[in-house]
């Protein structure tokens, strides 16, 4: 078969010349590759001072949005549960009373929201589902715990702060379902 | 004075690390004190001034021979459980020719004349290399030859049984 | 008597701190030769991290299997430090130091019988990696530990030999001797190329470095006859193969390279000369260390039939053959033949 790449090499058994055999020039060839190794630059990332950048489709920790008037957006239709592949995602839904119309932007709203990241698979369906542009995979990662509980995730987790918003406007999904 | 109790301790220490071989129940303990008994008599050697039978005695019995012992054993891995049952014959069999053997060395111990060799032991210079050396190739030259014969013939065999075996497995 | 003390304190110390930055330094090389940093967090540069490994290994559970020989598993680490550590008694660090009452010799002993007593310690030197397999009973200790016995005795033949060429042209086991005789630039080296390449290959060998380490060997025997040792008793293991690297590449340096002879060392004297004299030895010291890890980088492991190989059928016949015109030179030379 003709190569494509030009880059594949013909490997022959054909016995080994009295200098192959020697493996010395191969040995003092692979040490000279090591040596100049020595003066290369590393690509070390020192990472606690310095990160990297994640991609635009990392999909990590899910946030649950609020729209401007810090209300929460979602509205706990319970699309993203029955989305999600992994079984992640529980809710409870409750109704909104008179005097909460600052809290929640529908009428209905999640009293209880839990997503169990133990099961969740970081495959961003919940977010495709969403109706609402309430939930979102960010690009935080889920921290390590000890127990298995700490990793069912509540509102208190989930639910972004008006104080410390988070930022999801180059997350890939975003502006896909926005109103015409 | 301090000298000669030091070698009293260290033939005590040697001859009770012998017997330790012979005493012990688990063969890799004897290997143990065996290997413990050559580096006693190497001080021993040392404590007559002949540095290089002890370092060669070190070398070639503890570093060598004896690690092949010890790899055998390891191999084998022989323990109290399953160390191979004798027979009463042939307990009585070994039990006859230990005794003979003790009986051989007591009556050949028993006519030794002790010569007085102690002058000759003082001569501090008579175990060092380069005394050694020129002995071995002067006076001792053909006891010398003929024990490197040996060697080369027992090396050729060593080398002959391995190719005949390769040739089988062919 | 009391200097000769102090010595033997400063070079017990040097060889122990050497082996510590050594365990650094290996870091470092193999951090740079495959384009990272290396350790850098403790201390500045990471100069610290020897100290922190250590604190580490004497945190770790001090752990003993259960049906193990106690006493042989505790002696295994034990045996192996006291020999690394005692061949360096011979070693000659320098020139003399000359005082007012007289010169300081820097070398703890001149035995008589020199190198054969570096031979004879590195060649009980496996007890320690033997007895320590056997007793931790554990299969791949075992395997670990009878590949080591092999390989140490196979590769103990040629570097015999190739060390006896040596002996023939200077006419002396003493290791002082031997550095004496390559004076400046008069370096063994450049008569003997060939037995130093077999001994350097024997002694990375008997230092079951890689490419030689196959009494370790990751990959198959999960750490070989250490697999069971943890706290510092495995640091006692590790630790004796940097010192026993520091020491071979002594005797390299000494055999090979001349010792603390430098070129151009004739026209200094007195304590100058002795301070140049250690240093230069340092120096050579530290290029092999360098040279062993860097070969420890490069180099993928040997299979066992092929160390075999290499050892019995390339390297002994190679030695015996230098051996035996090395001996011819020095019989022309000196007009035995006339
Ligand atoms: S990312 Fe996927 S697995 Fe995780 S909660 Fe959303 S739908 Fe479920
Ligand atoms: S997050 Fe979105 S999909 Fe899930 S319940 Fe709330 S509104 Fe519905």
Redesign the pocket.
Known sequence: MQSLSNRSKVVSDKPMTFMEKLYLPAILGGMWITFTHLFRKHNTLKYPEQTKAFAPVYRGMHV?KRDEQGRE?????????V?CPAEA?T?VANEREQGEEHLYREEKY?EI?EINMLRCIFCGL?EE???????FLTDRLVPTEYERADFIYGKDKLVESMDYRIDITDRQSTGKRTEK | MSIEILVYILGGLTVGSALMVVLSKHPIRSVMYLILTFFLISANYIMLNAQFVAIVNMMVYAGAIMVLFLFVLMLLNLSKENEPKSSLLVKIASALAGGSLLLVLVAAIKDTVVLQVAEKVTDNASGLVQNLGHLLFTKYVLPFEVSSILFIAAIVGAVLLAKRESQIIE | MLEKLILVGIIFTISLVIAMYATYFERKVAAWFQDRIGPDRAGPFGLLQPLADGVKMFLKEDFIPRNSDKWLFIMGPGIAMFTSLMTSTIIPWGPDIVTASGNIVLQVADFDIGILFILGVVSVGVYGIMIGGWASNNKFSLFGAIRASSQMISYELAMGISVITIVMMTGSLSLRDITEAQHGMNWNIFYQPLAFVIFFVCSLAELNRAPFDLAECESELIGGYHTEYGSMKLGFFLFAEYVGMFISSAVISILFFGGYNFPGMDSVEGNTLAVLGVVALFVKIFFFIFVIMWIRWTLPRFRFDQLMHLGWKRLIPLALINLLVTGLVIAFTSGWFN
């Open positions: 649950l957006n979602c509205t706990a239709c319970g699309l993203c549960a989305a995602i809710m999640a929201y919940c589902a969403c109706p609402k542009e309430a939930i």
